[in-house]
């Protein structure tokens, strides 16, 4: 398959489109001459809103690639990029930094949390940062949903693994970003506070209508999601929808056996 797209529409999503993000003909290419790789080539994909999407394929198909172009954390070599309504592959870096900070949240494999400052603190960071005032009670209802409430003046290193990640989800969900990006988000725990924060992740899809994009190599963490997209050599070359880990395990198996016979 080409593509995986669906047609945008509006109507019980608050005026928003259905689609969160979108791509179109992306094409991401690194070097020149020679050494030119493409990443990615000729994208096209609708990330739906208050869904929870898996990024697969093997090491080097583009799936890093493709979650910083969607996140606007890497330009594009041609093709388009919506975030909602606003194209970002026009945005100049101050615009694009802007959106960033306002409407996407991240997670990534290392916790970036600062060691100095306490959960809550950290938490808050980039609201006030911003200059934002936190909505106290969507940031009680996140701590809850996160299961943080009595971990909130512990440091990162009073914390376990686990806890630290759920503080960068819950940071993420603070300023109620209209899509959380994640990286690998569980890749640097063990499979019970993976389990915890998938489970966490989960939640805030189903209880308070987040749309997540989480690039991972794990089936059982593909498993949390409603879709899961295949990437190879920098396509979109199957999608799978309310994935088990058996089914995703079975796919990649697939994957894997084609491509070493082609
Ligand atoms: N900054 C860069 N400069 C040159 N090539 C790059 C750069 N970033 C990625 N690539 C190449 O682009 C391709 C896709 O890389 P990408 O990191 O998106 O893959 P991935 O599926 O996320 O891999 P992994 O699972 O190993 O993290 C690879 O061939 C990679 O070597």
């Known amino acids: ?73 890497d330009t594009v070599t041609s093709g388009e990029i919506h975030l909602d309504d606003t194209e970002i592959t026009r945005l100049k870096d101050k615009r694009l930094t802007q959106l ?11 916790f970036n949390l600062l060691p100095t400052l306490n959960a809550i603190e950290n938490i808050t960071l980039p609201m006030d940062i911003a200059g934002r005032k936190p909505d106290e009670a969507w940031l009680r209802r996140v701590v809850e949903t996160v299961g943080l409430a009595d971990r909130l003046k512990h440091r990162p290193t009073q914390l376990s693994g686990g806890q630290q990640q759920r503080v960068a989800v ?17 890749g640097n ?36 999601a409603d879709r899961v997209l295949y990437l190879a050599d920098g396509r979109i070359v199957d999608e799978m929808f309310r994935p088990t880990a058996e089914s995703v395990l079975d796919r990649m198996k697939h994957f894997e056996a084609r491509g070493r016979t082609s």
């Open 100 to 110: 960033r900070r306002d409407r996407i949240g991240f997670i990534f494999q290392a």
């Open 170 to 186: 819950a940071r993420a969900l603070a300023a109620r970003p209209e899509i959380i990006f994640g990286d690998e988000p569980t």
């Open 1 to 73: 398959m080409a593509t995986a797209v669906s047609t945008p529409r509006r109507g019980g999503t608050g005026g928003r489109t259905a689609v969160a993000a979108r791509a179109r003909g992306v094409v991401k290419a690194y070097g020149a001459g020679e050494t030119r790789v493409v990443a990615l080539d000729h994208v096209d994909v609708d990330i739906a809103r208050g869904q929870f999407t898996a990024i697969m394929g093997p090491s080097g198909s583009g799936k890093s690639t493709l979650m910083h172009c969607l996140a606007g954390l």
């Open 189 to 224: 725990l063990d499979s019970r506070a993976g389990a915890e924060v998938l489970g966490f992740l989960r939640t805030s899809v189903d209880e308070l209508g987040q749309t997540i994009v989480m690039v991972t190599h794990d089936p059982v963490a593909a498993s949390y």
